[in-house]
């Protein structure tokens, strides 16, 4: 009985060692960060597009058409493009809630600030931080250093694709908009232009270097502050930004072994 009781357990420890009997996955917290044109306009970026009004009858139909495709990844958090520890926020949102405010024409508000109520969300919650983007030391490294023909080059290259958003916008609806934005090979475009620009630099001055630094510090913070939020596996945070932190916020979050990273082309229609 003794050595029937050995040649069982043998077998058995090797199937365990091999990794045969194996144990159901652990349930992992998820995140989908949707990258977004500013909708209201606020001209706060190098180069800005130029956005129809979003408060257009036409325009709010295909909002509403978003949102629907976006409350199928059925968020329990949404996360907006506010300072943390703004303290109006939670104001803005409740007065809106209540019928007593009428939404801006802020991303924020149009897609946040909606969703959160059709969900019966109780706040929204702000993640931004303050951060610098030294943009004009990178410029004035290049015309010191004889690359300016590099640099106005680039700079074209910039101002062409904005303006290739801003006709993809005018002829297509806000989710089909967004899906393009969020696709895989416009995120990696968009980050290879930030990683051009830190080309811009050397050992005394690496201007391009401190730029890129600088965005990329500051997306890091944004990213400590969603995964702040998560409270439980099962907590899905829904994640609604300017498109140029897309692919930064992506890579921490798909870098992250606790974290499952969602995109938007996988809750759109059809799929």
């Known amino acids: 009985m003794l050595a ?3 040649v069982t357990a043998v077998p058995l420890t090797a199937a365990v060692l091999a990794g045969s009997v194996r144990q159901a996955p652990r349930q992992r917290a998820e995140v989908l960060v949707l990258g977004v044109y500013h ?3 606020p001209g706060l970026d190098v180069f800005n597009m130029q956005a129809d009004d ?3 009858p036409k325009r709010q139909a295909e909002i509403a058409v978003a949102l629907e495709t976006l409350r199928k990844f059925a968020p329990t958090k949404i996360a907006v493009e506010r300072m943390a520890g703004d303290s109006r926020i939670g104001k803005d949102f409740e007065d ?5 405010r009428p939404l801006t024409r802020n991303e924020t508000e149009q897609l946040g600030f909606r969703l959160a109520k059709e969900l019966g969300h109780k706040r929204v919650y702000p993640v931004d931080v303050p951060g610098e983007f030294p943009f004009g030391r990178v410029a004035n490294f290049a015309k010191a250093n004889g690359r300016a023909e590099e640099w106005n080059a680039l700079m074209q290259d910039i101002g062409r694709m904005v303006k290739a958003q801003d006709a993809y916008l005018g002829s297509h609806t806000i989710l089909e908009t967004l899906l393009h934005m969020n ?5 990696a475009e968009d980050m290879g232009l930030y990683f051009r620009q830190g080309q811009f630099g050397n050992a005394n001055d690496p201007a391009g270097a401190d730029l890129v630094s600088a965005w990329f510090h500051r997306n890091m913070r944004i990213y400590s502050n969603i995964v702040g939020l998560i409270e439980s596996p099962a907590e899905r945070i829904l994640v609604i930004y300017g498109a140029g932190h897309l692919g930064w916020l992506r890579q921490s979050i798909a870098g992250s072994p606790n974290i499952t990273l969602r995109k938007l082309a996988e809750f759109a229609p059809g799929r």
């Open 4 to 6: 029937l009781a050995i």
């Open 39 to 41: 909708m209201n306009n």
């Open 96 to 100: 809106y809630a209540k019928g007593l």
């Open 183 to 187: 696709s895989d090979e416009k995120v």
């Open 54 to 56: 979003v408060s257009a």
